[in-house]
């Protein structure tokens, strides 16, 4: 019989492997985003026509009023999408933004006066936590310039990882000979040529 084999694969053939599955998840979850999209503008489109169409006497003010409620809450979902496949982050603050303004919808639709107090304390607290999450959202630092503080710590990992690595040019992982790896203000690893060459 064959002896097993007793040495595992290089550290460096594993962080490639691994970096090609995620690429690859990436890849898969960015065309179900896209898809999602694609059927979100299409219902779009439907409810517009729709709305349109009861705009026709005889007219039907809570229907109408429904509707556009409704179209806001899916353009504000189509934008959480929009940004997700720009920044690969769900935004905190559409996200809030949606549940606020779908709460106000079944209000509106339902009545104040249909609704029972119990409903509408509920709804109520639910407001006054989503607004509390509006005003933390406003001290923790803005993700729209690419200042996430999720990916300072993924960066601060891969300069440790990067410093545990004694000698770039004998890494077989880096392709540039001769190049520091900095990450920009993205987190977007990028090969900079020493300026001592």
């Known amino acids: 019989m064959h002896d097993p084999l007793t040495s595992s694969p290089p550290n460096w053939y594993e962080q490639v492997k691994r970096n090609r599955i995620v690429r690859a998840l990436e890849t898969i979850q960015d065309l179900f985003i ?14 517009l026509r729709e709305m349109f169409l009861e705009l026709l006497p005889p007219l039907d003010f809570p ?34 933004e949606v549940s606020i303004v779908s ?13 029972s107090w119990v409903q509408i304390l509920a709804a109520c607290a639910f407001l006054i936590v989503m607004a509390g999450l509006l005003i933390v959202r406003m001290y923790l630092p803005p993700t729209f310039d690419g200042i996430d503080p999720e990916k300072q710590l993924s960066l601060r990992y891969k300069k440790q ?3 545990q690595v004694p ?3 004998n890494n077989p992982l ?19 040529t ?3 060459d």
Do not use: W
């Open 34 to 47: 896209i898809s999602l999209c694609v059927g979100l503008f299409a219902f779009m489109a439907i409810q």
């Open 63 to 96: 229907g109408v009023t429904s509707d556009i409620l409704f179209l806001l809450i899916l353009v504000e979902l189509f934008r959480l999408l929009i940004i997700y496949l720009q920044e690969q982050r769900v935004s905190i603050g559409v996200a809030v």
């Open 103 to 115: 709460v106000l919808r079944e209000v509106i639709v339902r009545g104040v006066l249909e609704t």
């Open 161 to 163: 990882t990067l410093r």
């Open 167 to 169: 000698d770039s040019n």
């Open 174 to 192: 880096n392709p540039y000979p001769n190049t520091v790896t900095v990450a920009d203000k993205m987190g977007h690893l990028e090969p900079i």
């Open 194 to 196: 020493n300026a001592t």
